[in-house]
């Protein structure tokens, strides 16, 4: 599985941003999906994951009520939406697989994305 992320960009404080994440190379059948992101200078934290059949879905409390992560399996794609972006958004999000049912840690992910940049201008 090869993985894409999209969507990113420059939006002003209080916008909002649809990223997709794109699998293709075979099914991503149950794996589990994660967004994680990189600020400069700080090291990747974990944003939000869903589980295969997104019956359980959990963020990271800086972006609950805020973002919301969904996936379409027949289509091979998660989208991560933003809404009420803040400055402190801003980061390299990539998107992730894991064979685990949910995971939020990083190293339990085999699967990322190239990344895409998104920036919340105050």
């Known amino acids: 599985v090869q993985l894409q992320a999209s969507g990113g960009g420059l939006v002003q404080a209080g916008g909002s941003l649809r990223l997709s994440c794109a699998a293709s190379g075979r099914t991503f059948s149950g794996y589990t999906m994660g967004w994680f992101r990189q600020a400069p200078g700080k090291e990747r934290e974990f944003v939000s994951t869903?589980?295969?059949?997104?019956?359980?879905?959990y963020y990271t409390n800086s972006v609950k009520g805020r973002f919301t992560i969904s996936r379409d399996n027949a289509k091979n794609l998660v989208y991560l939406q933003m809404n009420s972006l803040k400055p402190e958004d801003t980061a390299v999000y990539y998107c992730?697989?894991?064979?685990?049912?949910?995971?939020?840690?990083?190293?339990?992910?085999?699967?990322w994305g190239q990344g895409t940049q998104v920036t919340v201008s105050s």
């Open positions: 869903i589980s295969w059949s997104a019956d359980y879905t």
């Open positions: 992730a697989a894991s064979p685990l049912r949910v995971s939020t840690v990083s190293r339990e992910y085999n699967i």
